[in-house]
């Protein structure tokens, strides 16, 4: 195999590759990235089995052949050359020489036949979305879903799709977020569960002005990106039933400016015990207490900010971080907490949204240490 590229085009592409690389594996071969030149075209592959990268690399082919180099060590060898055409080319004993101005370095990868084979994908179906609408939907929910693999169905996003209408829910048990967003394109009708993973590699390249569309099969979905195709393998789990966990009557109503709780909340929380981040919220007539104590370190915090509440006083523990992120992913300057006590699942609204969106926030309470 031989090629000229330049560095800089390498490197983007190694980087973007770079993302589906495991950092953990029981097979080595997943550290490398499959190197392809065939039919006058350069090819880079990586996957950990569950995702998988396909992207095309401007160049000219000067021998066609095969390579799996460990990405890693290929990576920033190629970062820490200077923007120049680059000659890389393979021997029969994947030993691959990097030619550039500057010098040459050998780096030994591993048989390519070893590599797994990129995903059989008959196309189903497609959901067309505009990018927009397809990142304001990662950004409402993607932060709730869990990183617990034991729990795989809390570790992606469930779409349930309808012609104009898509409700997009993720949960990790602690907290949960429904999004739902009127869109423009007809689309099938149907549900899935996309893994989280997937959606945090592919929302830094989302062009918000462009289509994007969504090929679905049997077991994978992908998307094409420019120069990419990202592949994921679709989660056949049962997802919880969300609605049921949403409570409606709920007779306690606060209305926060957001802003100023995240912030009370940032200082404050420096102050708390770092395992459990847990914070106290008193809700006051018209005010808002934020407060902790950490008893291993002796240090505590309290702050005072408005709110409109006119109950009767009530006091709430929560995970600092979990309060925080649910706050700053819903993106309105003033958010209603819904609340039936001390000890049950508090929902939190916009206050104002627009017509096409409907944001619902569920979070749970801690216990309250002594």
């Known amino acids: 195999m031989k090629f000229t590229t330049t560095k800089n085009n390498l490197f983007k592409a190694l980087n973007e590759i770079n993302k589906v690389i495991p950092l953990r594996t029981t097979l080595p071969i997943l550290n490398c990235v499959l190197i392809k030149t065939e039919q006058q075209k350069i090819i880079l592959i990586a996957t950990d ?4 990268i396909i992207s095309e690399l401007e160049g000219k082919v000067l021998n066609e052949g095969e390579t799996a180099l460990p990405c890693g060590r290929f990576l920033e060898i190629v970062s820490a050359l200077p923007n120049e055409e680059l000659e890389i080319e393979t021997k029969e004993d994947n030993q691959t020489k990097i030619n550039s101005s500057k010098g040459i370095y050998k780096i030994t990868g591993k048989e390519p036949s070893e590599y797994p084979a990129v995903p059989d994908r008959e196309k189903k179906q497609e959901i067309v979305l505009e990018g927009h609408e397809l990142l304001e939907i990662i950004n409402a929910t993607l932060y709730a879903t869990s990183k617990d693999d034991l ?4 570790c992606g996003i469930y779409l349930n799709i309808m012609k104009n209408d898509i409700t997009a829910v993720a949960t990790d048990g602690h907290r949960l977020v429904k999004y739902n967003k009127q869109v423009k394109n007809n689309n099938p009708e149907g549900s899935i569960i996309i893994p989280g993973k997937f959606f945090n590699i592919l929302k830094n390249g989302i062009n918000i002005k462009e289509k994007i569309t969504i090929n679905i099969s049997e077991n994978h979905l992908d998307i094409k990106q420019n120069q990419s195709c990202l592949i994921t393998r679709i989660i056949k789990e ?32 420096i102050f708390s015990n770092k395992s459990t981040k847990q914070v106290l919220i008193d809700f006051n007539q018209n005010e808002l207490i934020i407060s902790t104590e ?35 992913h819903i993106h309105c300057p003033e958010v209603e907490v ?27 309470p801690l216990r309250r240490q002594k």
């Open 49 to 52: 089995l569950e995702q998988t």
């Open 151 to 154: 729990k795989p169905a809390l």
């Open 238 to 269: 049962s997802f919880p039933d969300f609605n049921s966990v949403i409570p409606e009557d709920l007779n306690i109503k606060a209305s926060l400016k957001t802003e100023d709780v995240i912030k009370g909340l940032k200082r404050v929380s």
């Open 294 to 328: 950490d008893k291993e370190t002796r240090s505590s915090a309290k702050e005072h900010l408005e709110c409109e509440y006119s109950n009767e006083n009530i006091t709430i523990a929560y995970n600092a971080q979990f309060l925080k992120e649910v706050l700053e």
């Open 338 to 364: 819904f609340l039936s006590g001390p000890l049950t699942a508090a929902v939190f609204k916009p206050k104002t949204e627009a017509e096409t969106t409907k944001h619902t926030a569920l979070l749970m």
